[in-house]
T-cell receptor, first 114, second 112 residues
Framework: AQTVTQSQPEMSVQEAETVTLSCTYD???????LFWYKQPPSRQMILVIR????KQQNATENRFSVNFQKAAKSFSLKISDSQLGDTAMYFC???????????WGLGTSLAVNP | SQTIHQWPATLVQPVGSPLSLECTVE??????LYWYRQAAGRGLQLLFY??????ISSEVPQNLSASRPQDRQFILSSKKLLLSDSGFYLC???????????FGPGTRLTVT
């Protein structure tokens, strides 16, 4: 069975600093996609970044970047120059290429402190 | 551009009452549609997903049901609510050629 594990239930970071959120997954598939979603206090779920497993280059979106280690089945999210608006729950999610469903981690609650 | 709407935003219902939550998508056709439930401080639980009109898969056996009467409309229903149905309900869509899901603003349901 495919699983997604986020081992850090809570994290905090000072404004303007960098923080890395961890995610590991387990799958026997070779074609799959990984995502990080952000859920701020409004509870709107927002897609932050996506990574295709066949791409070796790590995805980046402005201050957000990933460290995708396919052999280790690791997919961490780095947030640079943290801002107060980054305070949110962050969810890691996995989708096998032939599956319409996402497999979700339990989330990491990130607090950015002023 | 595509947008997804959910209503109502907040709902308080007594135990045993019926439920109807609605989700509509604009700006795309033939989307995959999803209903999730999220308990407070917890992860997402997939309830139903649909690949087309009247094509719905149930992930969790419970007293909820889903229907898709139109291509871009997805409805979550219950005949009799339980206390355990309380939670935050999210609707999402994905395109045929895309792999990510996009979410609506959610409905906060409290069953009293």
């Amino acid at each position: 069975a495919q699983t997604v594990t986020q081992s850090q239930p809570e994290m905090s970071v000072q404004e303007a600093e960098t923080v890395t959120l961890s995610c590991t997954y387990d799958t026997s598939e070779n074609n799959y996609y990984l995502f990080w979603y952000k859920q701020p206090p409004s509870r709107q779920m927002i897609l932050v970044i996506r990574q295709e497993a066949y791409k070796q280059q790590n995805a980046t979106e402005n201050r957000f970047s990933v460290n995708f280690q396919k052999a280790a089945k690791s997919f961490s999210l780095k947030i640079s120059d943290s801002q107060l608006g980054d305070t949110a729950m962050y969810f890691c999610a996995f989708r096998a290429g032939n599956n319409r469903k996402l497999i979700w981690g339990l989330g990491t609650s990130l607090a950015v402190n002023p | 551009s595509q947008t997804i709407h959910q209503w109502p935003a907040t709902l308080v219902q007594p135990v045993g009452s019926p439920l109807s939550l609605e989700c509509t998508v604009e700006g795309t056709s033939n989307p995959n549609l999803y209903w999730y439930r999220q308990a407070a401080g917890r992860g997402l639980q997939l309830l139903f997903y649909s690949i087309g009109i009247d094509q719905i898969s149930s992930e969790v056996p419970q007293n909820l049901s889903a229907s898709r009467p139109q291509d871009r409309q997805f409805i979550l229903s219950s005949k009799k609510l339980l206390l355990s149905d309380s939670g935050f309900y999210l609707c999402a869509w994905s395109g045929r050629g895309n792999y990510e899901q996009y979410f609506g603003p959610g409905t906060r349901l409290t069953v009293t």
